[in-house]
Every structure is written in structure tokens, then in C-alpha cells.
């Protein structure tokens, strides 16, 4: 790991490199076990993070988002969705935890 990741993962990810090697394993796996593209399998992500309601889980697959090369727009898409299954207020929510990185 070159460059220490923000918050409470990059204290884990220091503090116990083995656990953070098989995390980091374990969701290599789960990406390579379907048909999704990148762009596909990050913007689910975003959304479950949405229905998870972590805000640090929306920055963490917003910057990743956005360092892949997917549109602002399609971001905040995947909050404008999340209003019939999650209702408005999680919605807006997810909304402005997107926006905090503009």
C-alpha cells in the first residue's frame, strides 16, 4: 500500500495489513465473479453505500467514481434513484454527500 487511505480504513489497513490484504482479496473475488463492467459494478456500489447510508462509503465510491472517469451526472443519478426504495430524505442525503467533494 503506497499511499495511506483516508479515516478509519487507512488506520485498519496499517494496523493490520494481513486482515486488509484478504479484504482486499475477497473483493477482487467478488468483482470477477459476474458480468459487470467497472463503470457498472461502481456505480452499485455508490447505491449500496446510498442504502447503507455511510456517508464515508458515498466519498469513498464518489472519489473512486470520479478518478474512473464516470460523470457527476450519473453519480448524482444513483441518488435520484434511491427516492422510491430509500424514500426523500436518504435521497437527499446521498445527494449531498456526493456534492461534498465538488
Request: aromatic share 4%; glycine share 10%; hydrophobic share 45%.
Amino acid at each position: 500500500m503506497s499511499e495511506k487511505m483516508p479515516g478509519a480504513a487507512g488506520d485498519l489497513a496499517e494496523e493490520f495489513p494481513h486482515i486488509w490484504n484478504a479484504y482486499q482479496m475477497l473483493g477482487r473475488a467478488a468483482a470477477d465473479c459476474g458480468p459487470l463492467t467497472d463503470r457498472e459494478r461502481r456505480l452499485v456500489k455508490l447505491a449500496l453505500s446510498v442504502g447503507a447510508g455511510s456517508e464515508g462509503a458515498v466519498h469513498s465510491h464518489t472519489r473512486r467514481a470520479e478518478a474512473e472517469g464516470i460523470e457527476k451526472e450519473a453519480l448524482l443519478q444513483v441518488a435520484m434513484l434511491a427516492i422510491g426504495p430509500l424514500g426523500l430524505p436518504r435521497a437527499v442525503a446521498a445527494k449531498t454527500w456526493i456534492e461534498d467533494l465538488d
